[in-house]
């Protein structure tokens, strides 16, 4: 990332399609400040569906991961009783 990434967002407000072009065009993300704090971002879109693929499959792998956890613990004799279960989901 480039200083000329970051940018104010009251600049991109008059520069929106210059910046979206730059972002389509050359791939460069760019980052918009508020208050000189990071705001938003303008990510090419099938870059932010890229990274939405990746957040799914990523998710799918932590529910593997925990079956797998749970079918070892159940293996192992690791298990509880209905009436257990409800009085703990009771809290």
Do not use: C, F, W
């Not at 520069?15 to 760019?30: F, P, S």
């Amino acid at each position: 990332m480039r200083a000329s990434d970051v940018v104010p967002i009251s600049e991109a407000r008059a520069r929106l399609t210059e910046l979206a072009e730059e972002v389509v065009g050359a791939g460069a993300e760019k980052i918009l400040t508020k208050n000189g704090a990071s705001y938003v971002a303008i990510v090419d879109a099938r870059k932010l569906d890229y990274y939405h693929t990746l957040e799914e499959e990523h998710a799918s792998l932590v529910l593997l991961d925990d079956a797998e956890v749970g079918l070892r613990q159940v293996q192992g004799g690791q298990v509880i009783t209905e009436d257990e279960l409800n009085r703990l989901l009771a809290g």
